[in-house]
Nanobody, 116 residues
Framework: QLQLVESGGGLVQPGGSLRLSCAVS????????MGWYRQAPGKQRALVAR???????NYADSVKGRVTISRNNAKNTVYLQLTSLKPEDTAVYYC??????????WGQGTQVTVSS
């Protein structure tokens, strides 16, 4: 019932920043939590950041201090602010929504490449 569309990815130099956006089509009231995951070639998809409906957040150890997840309910959008980017942050970043009934929805992904 939900559609997620990521945007904001691109090429950035090490130490740079990007803000990823996830636009949600559908009621965010049905969402228990949203998160950003990433997957690099040859690696499993891994959690980057997560935010619950109550606003609680958690982050992967690898990105703590460099990443902020936030939400704008009025715009039905979730953001991921990436700062101090490293080459190892290069991956496809996916938006995820956990909705009622423990159903997960995924966006198509947006590529983040950190390279000089």
């Amino acid at each position: 019932q939900l559609q997620l569309v990521e945007s904001g990815g691109g090429l950035v130099q090490p130490g740079g920043s990007l803000r990823l956006s996830c636009a949600v089509s559908g009621s965010m009231f049905s969402i228990d939590a949203m998160g950003w995951y990433r997957q690099a070639p040859g690696k499993q998809r891994a959690l980057v950041a997560r935010i619950t409906s109550g606003g609680s957040t958690n982050y992967a150890d690898s990105v703590k201090g460099r990443v902020t997840i936030s939400r704008n309910n009025a715009k039905n959008t979730v953001y991921l602010q990436l700062t101090s980017l490293k080459p190892e942050d290069t991956a496809v970043y996916y938006c995820n929504a956990q909705a009622m009934g423990l159903i997960n929805y995924w966006g198509q992904g947006t590529q983040v490449t950190v390279s000089s």
